[in-house]
């Protein structure tokens, strides 16, 4: 804690994070949109391998390489939104919180919403259902963002 300032996080601040998310929720939502209206049959087979190599990791407990194929999942459905300015700012917001992925993931739980809310994603994105792919991408952010938030304020008391 810094006097007067808040909580602090690797040079960056509870407010910070919360106003990353409310960004990210929204491009988030559009990616999704875009992506289930944009998409190509070979991302949507990239992304269920994806989701199959992030299960392979998480019954190993390996959480580096799932928060890499968790990255790698992200940038394929940005990559299938066909917005490159897009995809480029939701990287730079992600870049931001890069030291938090781990935490977030590794919180009691969050693995296993995680892989069923990038099912229900990859769901709607395959059957080309724009309004249910842009409210899964809701819910997984905001799922993200709680957790997250949660972590950090178990870290306070």
């Known amino acids: ?36 209206e944009r998409i190509m049959d070979e991302e949507i087979e990239e992304l269920n391998r994806l989701l199959m190599e992030i299960k392979g990791y998480v019954k190993k407990g390996n959480m580096e390489k799932i928060v890499e194929a968790d990255i790698a999942f992200h940038d394929v459905l940005y990559q299938a939104s066909r917005n490159v300015r897009l995809r480029n700012t939701i990287s730079n917001l992600r870049e931001q919180l890069i030291g938090m992925r781990g935490r977030s993931l590794s919180q009691p739980g969050r693995l296993a919403n995680t892989t069923e809310e990038h099912r229900i994603l990859v769901d709607c994105i395959t059957a080309r259902d724009v309004e249910g792919a842009q409210e899964a991408a809701r819910i997984h952010i905001e799922n993200a963002q709680q957790t997250l938030m949660k972590s950090l304020s178990n870290d306070k008391v």
Do not use: F
């Not at 960056?12 to 988030?28: F, M, P, Q």
């Open 1 to 36: 804690m810094i006097p007067r300032r808040g909580a602090y996080i690797a040079d960056i601040s509870i407010r910070d994070i919360a106003e990353i998310y409310e960004i990210r929720t929204s491009l988030n939502i559009l990616a999704a949109g875009l992506a289930a």
